[in-house]
């Protein structure tokens, strides 16, 4: 693409493939572009909705208003030829930002198989058919992100973007360690400008690691409308859901059916959850997926958010350290908690798993940027 540089190495060496059965991204109500719309006013004219969630837009109707996509059949779309541009997109997401990135959803099984097509080619393909759509969130983006570093300057927070993901990269292993997550959590607080290099190794406060691992992962976890709820599509093909509910400190797990109705599972009291510490594949997966997370443009425009829904009151490096740990303090919290319903284990599965439950999650994330 001329004059367009777009960052491929998320995607470079691997392959994808869309495994029978699966259809988790189904659930995700894709929008409709305005090109797209007249076939499904034409063929389908009831199919057509605004999407729920804070920006709605116009998407496919659900099974029920909370199930999946309306044209989901055995798993199979029944609209393949004309399904929508987000539809044919995923497991791709294309990010940007300071620059374009192509990310690679990991909570799509078909990406873990190591088989199917080339997808540094798909993706390509993929960027090709959006150019207009990129060239116009460049040009959106571009703007927003001089206003940010503006005001980041004017606050005296501006860091050094590479600098920052340099040091995380030379300290991706230590992030696998709840200890250490803790102590950097504790320096965000009481440092005005944080470096990783003087955290000592040592034992730390589990029982306020547990409350903010809690907190965090009740916070994504709690919807009103399941429809709202991330959804977890396990080895077996289930569409799990699990909805915290803050005032009874309950989490309700519950499996979606392919009509749309759901199906209580278990319940569990969330203080009985405890983050636990992952094994060395575990930690070693966990590593890998820190590595990816550290090179998202989407992770970096995530933070750069909560720094200006702060009042930039944050240094750049404090505000990056913090929003990696508390991500990784999501993902152990959620390992934790597949493991106590499902028995998925800290070692290289249950890590394995938690990343897929988590990694959808990251598209609603509020972010300076965008996904195109
Ligand atoms: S999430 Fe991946 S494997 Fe599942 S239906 Fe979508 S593309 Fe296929
Ligand atoms: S149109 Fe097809 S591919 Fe898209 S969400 Fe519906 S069933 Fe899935």
Redesign the pocket.
Known sequence: MANLEVDYSEVLGKKAECPDGC?L??L?Q?EVLAEERHFFEREHSRSLVRSKGPEPYLA?ALKKGKG?????NGRR????EN??TY?RQFPYHIYVGDKVKVELDLSCRGVWTEKGVDAKAEAEEIVRKAEGRIRRAVREAGEVYSEFYRNCREAGVLGDPAEIRRMVSENADRFTDPAFIGKVMEMTLIEPSMTLDGIKEGPADMDELNDAAMETAMESMAAEDPVNAPVYCDEEWNWNIFLADGMSGRIDWMVLDDEGDLAKKGSARTSDIKIREPDPDGKEILKRYISILNQRESFLGNVFSLMDATGYEDDMSNAYYGCLSTTVLDILWRASMLDHFMGTGMGERGIREAIIFYDMDRLDAPAIGAFV
């Open positions: 259809g991204c189904c995700c894709p496919l999946s996509c309306v044209f989901l779309c029944a609209v393949y399904r929508p539809c």
